[in-house]
């Protein structure tokens, strides 16, 4: 039941929530045993703020809940793949997995020959299709 596909819909339902907004529309959670324990879409828009990228929110929420920094045991479901900012960011934090829906060719880590920490298992590609269709749709109704 807790399959890489279950918490990847929770991650597009936020991508959902996020379009509602007006905001580009990128969701993720952060599962720990089997437990959504964060959950976040972008706010770039609302908070006015550049870094308010869904990741980012997520590892903060996160760590509160856990009351520690590291997210050791913890994966992050995230629709599109991360930019470097939240590169950065997940590689500070230790994740143990972090699984992309669609990957970001342009101003995604990987194609900056990037990487994340030493100890983080990557996946990439789960609903793929879904997570790259509804950024697609968003920036073609705003030309
Ligand atoms: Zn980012």
């Known amino acids: 039941m807790f399959t890489d596909e279950y918490f990847m819909k929770m991650a597009l339902y936020e ?12 969701g993720c959670v952060i599962v720990s045993n089997n437990r959504v324990i964060a959950r976040a879409h972008n ?7 550049v870094t308010a990228h869904a990741e980012m929110q997520a590892i903060t ?11 050791k045991d913890c994966t992050l479901y995230v629709s599109l793949e991360p930019c470097v900012m939240c590169s950065g960011a997940l590689s500070w934090s230790q994740i143990s997995k972090v699984v992309i829906g669609a990957r970001d060719e342009q101003r995604g880590f990987i194609n900056k020959k990037l990487s994340l920490h ?12 879904e997570c790259s269709s509804i950024v697609k749709e968003f920036f073609k109704s705003k030309r």
């Not at 991508?15 to 990128?26: C, F, G, S, T, W």
């Not at 706010?43 to 703020?49: G, I, Q």
């Not at 929420?61 to 997210?71: E, V």
């Not at 298992?121 to 299709?129: L, P, T, Y």
Request: overall charge negative.
């Open 43 to 49: 706010l770039t828009e609302a908070l006015n703020d």
């Open 15 to 26: 991508a959902e929530i996020a379009l509602e907004k007006d905001e580009v529309p990128i």
């Open 61 to 71: 929420s996160a760590a509160n809940f856990l009351g520690g920094k590291y997210l």
């Open 118 to 129: 030493p100890k983080t298992e990557i996946i990439v590609g789960v609903m793929e299709h």
